[in-house]
């Protein structure tokens, strides 16, 4: 059975950090780009960051660049989400997701195709 478990979500104060982790069971990560994504309540969600299957490219949206890194350790089947310098508007459920073909816009939520359950991220004093 397929499954990717996201895990390291919690509370922090503004300008903390977290490190988030996805964990795929029943299938190997390695062949494939892995998207975060985030939606908090009233929002849509929107595409955070994306990393390639070598690890070789990544992509990061505007609000968050320079602040998170995203990265992968095929031998562990597990891709991260490391978020610095936390922003209260960073709080959100933050998904990760597998795309089983090659992504025309990484942003698009609808080109992943397997997605985890999502891990709670809040950032509030």
């Known amino acids: 059975q397929l499954q990717l478990v996201e895990s390291g979500g919690g509370l922090v104060q503004p300008g903390g950090s977290l490190r988030l982790s996805c964990a795929a069971s029943?299938?190997?990560?390695?062949?494939?780009?892995i998207g975060w994504f985030r939606q908090a309540p009233g929002k849509e969600r929107e595409g955070v960051s994306c990393i390639s299957s070598s690890g070789g490219s990544t992509n990061y949206a505007d609000s968050v660049k320079g602040r998170f890194t995203i990265s992968r350790d095929n031998a562990k089947n597990t891709v991260y989400l490391q978020m610095n310098s936390l922003k209260p508007e960073d709080t959100a459920t933050y998904y990760c997701?597998?795309?089983?073909?090659?992504?025309?816009?990484?942003?698009?939520?609808?080109?992943?195709?397997?997605w985890g359950q999502g891990t709670q991220v809040t950032v509030s004093s």
């Open positions: 997701a597998v795309a089983s073909e090659a992504l025309g816009n990484w942003r698009i939520w609808e080109e992943y195709d397997y």
């Open positions: 029943g299938f190997t990560l390695d062949y494939y780009a």
